[in-house]
């Protein structure tokens, strides 16, 4: 059987990132962060390429829990966390770290009696307001924590950048300082910068990094992609033409007949779809790869098919390879032309795509 659409994962171009991860960040270690199933590109896969790093978090704890029944034996960090006995438990018993965020967390461990300990990491809330103690509830817990017969020591302190992807803001500067205000004190290890802080605030560099988008070869910010930074895209998602037809002036394409013919035009149909992962909101315009030569997107995405001006590539036939985004199209640019993030595109690829490897 031929699949249309798949996904190329590159794994040489992970360890390229991570070693520009290095570069950036010579002194620290790194946490790799594949949540989200590697931002799509393949939990089980990723993994394979990080022997560089020295320890990964996921957000959730059935993540972790995948990753230890597939025998991986490095250190794994829960971003975020546990609420129950039963979660704390299955950390425990999967020798896995947790983000301590919340003082009903610590209630828990308090109480918790088992031999067994936890290690933790300490969130400071310094701005994002979403997960982690605030700045006035900080210093108490980090010493109940201490003192708790259930937590590993030491403990490791970390907060998390809300706008690190805009450099014209002054509220990363604000969330760094804040948090190096509560934490100088203490010995344990930090972590403050995500990719966004590690590619452009070097203040954010502390013991750890925990890049993400970056290891996939992607920019974190709006108006730059990786390429730019030296990163290589790890995921390159391809299809192939259906059929080639030549389509007249007046002649309108696609559900609504959004687009209209304004000269003779040869149309390219294109098995991709929002059914794929291909985004739904992609505009006229968006460009594609076909045969490695840039055509344009016209009518509106469907399920199972795009539409493209084959004009400029007239030599194109039926089953011609196409490049979505990848190698030679950045996947931000795809992002651009929908209204999205590069994350939402990675992430979004359903299972109806065969992933491969090399």
Known sequence: MINSAYALINLSAI????????????????MAVIKANAYGHGLLTVVKALAEVDAVAVARISEGIRLRNAGFKDRVLILEGFVSVQELEDLIIYDLEAVIHSWEQIEVLKAYQAKQKLSVWLKLDSGMNRLGLKVKEFSAAYQQLQSCH????????????????????????????????VVNEYPDD????????LLAWPDSITDWVRPGIMLYGVSPFQDKNGKEFGLKPVMSFFSRLL???????????????????????KLGVIAIGYGDGYPRYAKPGTPVLVNGQRVSLVGRVSMDMITVDLTSESKAKAGDPVTLWGEGLAVEEIAHYSDTIPYTLLCGVTQRVEMRTK
């Open 15 to 30: 360890e390229h990132n991570i070693a520009k991860v290095k570069e950036y960040a010579p002194q620290a270690k790194i």
């Open 150 to 181: 259930s937590v590993n020591q030491p403990i490791s302190l970390m907060t998390h950048l809300s706008s690190a992807d805009d450099v014209n803001s002054d509220v990363t500067v604000q969330q760094i300082s804040r948090f190096n205000d």
């Open 243 to 265: 059929a080639v037809k030549d389509i007249a002036i007046g002649d309108s394409v696609g559900y609504a007949g959004t687009w209209v013919c304004q000269k003779p035009t």
């Open 190 to 197: 930090k972590s403050i910068a995500n990719s966004a802080g």
